[in-house]
């Protein structure tokens, strides 16, 4: 059995696009920079972009000054990680570029003791999913012979139910589960990983966590942007599929979830996965009840104007996709009965957060009458971009000969305690993948049980209608929102 660090070779598919070039090189050169990537290893890039091995350094070079979290020191270090990078440039549906890609591991791999380790990443349109692996498959690249084999496959991991349980056929008839990586950057955010251990490693808050004391939890992800000229691709996804489906599902179990046994991959998973099956399936026939969903409209942002979602290009002048989507979900379990879990998404919103807000009972009986006292709810707040940190917003009295209660915030942030810069997403999850962690990844029952959770969404919204409710860019999403969330006393927080 391979360790950890054995050495090892990534392949990434698709190395010639935006993706490779933004995030995973800059990614793996931090690793390696911080001396946490085990070496030696080796990077072969491959897409159907002609270019040598010295363009393709050139170009992750760039990617590296302008997007790693450690800036490269000196040509030196450099040099070093850039003789581990190589490109391979054909076809991904044919079967040319497999035999191609054999040779090039091959080679990389002559020499060393114990070599035999493969990462493959598919960083490519997700059409190219099943030719990519059905090729790997026929070529003998998924077998493991002299160590280990794994695949990461980036979201979207299907685009409906039919699709995912499709896709998850296809893959694992090449790989086995435990082979199989599906990412969703977002668990690999450090105030995500966080929310396990704020409440596992607190006695203080457990006890509190459940339908006792907690009356409504938030989930919210507000974007600044746009579809920033990606209107034809975000026609065929919309905010329910970007972002609740995966991201905010995700989150809402870490935080919903039971104490697993340990905190292994395998228990964390099934404690995920039984979140999932105890949510209160959605009523086709009554999906308004339980979902909303608008476009935005022209408005300002940072002073500056914007159009609306139907004047952005690409996108059709009478689109029912929706920029905005919010849902109110209900756990059927012991701990979780009768508390709403609302989760919200938005783009061209007022400003860019993503947050968890845990909102508590009110206090049973009021002991203040003298004068105007008005107690609110306390709130713990987990910050998890920009500003990454955990709030408890409590009642206290103000100074003064008169009784008056006011919110008081206990503020923790991470840069402040902790100091510099926390790694990034991509950076933790491709070495838990090198590390053969897949603790933070998607299995596959998962992805399956989300899509059938939304599958009712998708299928009314789908059908035909009017005109969506419009917001204004810049603002805090649909009037409709409100009214959305007040039916259980509850209002969204606007940080």
Not at 88 to 116: N, S
Not at 319 to 330: M, V
């Amino acid at each position: 059995m391979s360790s950890s660090d054995d050495p090892f070779s990534l392949i990434i598919f698709g190395a010639s696009g935006d993706l490779a070039h933004r995030k995973l090189i800059p990614a793996l050169w931090s690793l390696y920079a911080a001396r946490t990537l085990p070496e030696p290893f080796h990077i072969i890039g491959t897409g159907r972009t002609e270019m040598s091995n010295e363009a393709f350094r050139t170009k992750m070079r760039e990617g590296v000054k302008q997007f790693a979290r450690l800036k490269v020191p000196n040509d030196n270090v450099w040099s070093r990680f850039a003789n581990s990078l190589s490109y391979v440039a054909g076809d991904p549906t044919g079967p040319d570029l497999y035999g191609k890609l054999r040779e090039r591991i091959e080679e990389v791999e002559r020499g060393r003791e114990d070599a035999g380790n493969r990462l493959y990443y598919l960083s490519t349109p997700p059409s190219l999913y099943d030719p990519i692996v059905g090729q790997l498959g026929k070529a003998g690249l998924a077998a493991e012979e002299r160590g280990w084999t794994r695949i990461i496959i980036e979201k979207p991991f299907g685009h409906d139910l039919r699709s995912a349980q499709e896709l998850n056929q296809l893959v694992t008839s090449v790989f086995r589960e435990d082979q199989v990586y599906r990412i969703d950057h977002y668990l690999g955010k450090e105030t995500v990983q966080n929310v396990l251990a704020l409440r596992f490693a607190n006695g203080i808050l457990e006890p509190l966590w459940n339908r006792n004391h907690v009356a409504e939890v938030q989930f919210t992800v507000a974007e600044k942007v746009g579809v920033e000229g990606r209107g034809g691709y975000y026609e065929e996804s919309g905010a329910l599929r970007d972002m609740i489906q995966n991201h905010l599902l995700q989150v809402m179990c870490l935080v919903a979830m039971e104490p697993p046994v340990t905190f292994d991959a395998q228990a964390v998973r099934d404690e995920k996965s039984k979140v999932m099956q105890a949510i209160h399936p959605i009523d086709p026939g009554h999906v308004e009840r339980v979902a909303l969903r608008a476009q935005y409209g022209s408005g300002f942002v940072d002073g500056r104007p914007v159009p609306g979602y139907l004047q952005e290009k690409g996108v059709k002048p009478d689109s029912k996709t929706e920029t905005y989507a919010a849902l109110r979900l209900q756990i059927d379990n012991w701990r979780w009965a009768g508390v709403p879990f609302y989760l919200q998404t938005g783009k061209r919103m007022a400003t860019r957060v993503s947050e968890i807000v845990i909102r508590f009972h009110r206090t049973p009986h009021m002991i203040f009458r003298r004068g105007e006292v008005s107690v609110h709810p306390n709130l713990l707040v987990i910050r998890i971009q920009p500003d990454e940190g955990i709030s408890l917003i409590v009642e206290a009295k103000e100074p003064g000969p008169d009784l008056k209660i006011a919110p008081v915030t206990l503020d923790f942030k991470y840069h402040e305690v902790f100091g510099g810069e926390p790694p990034e997403a991509y950076e933790r999850l491709l070495l838990d993948a090198v590390h053969g962690d897949p603790t933070l990844y998607s299995r596959g029952d998962w992805i399956e049980q989300s899509w059938q959770l939304t599958q009712p969404i998708i299928d009314h919204w789908a059908q035909p209608s009017g005109p969506l409710p419009q917001y204004e860019a810049g603002g805090w999403g649909p009037p409709e929102a409100e009214a959305f969330i007040a039916r259980d006393g509850g209002a969204w927080r606007r940080p």
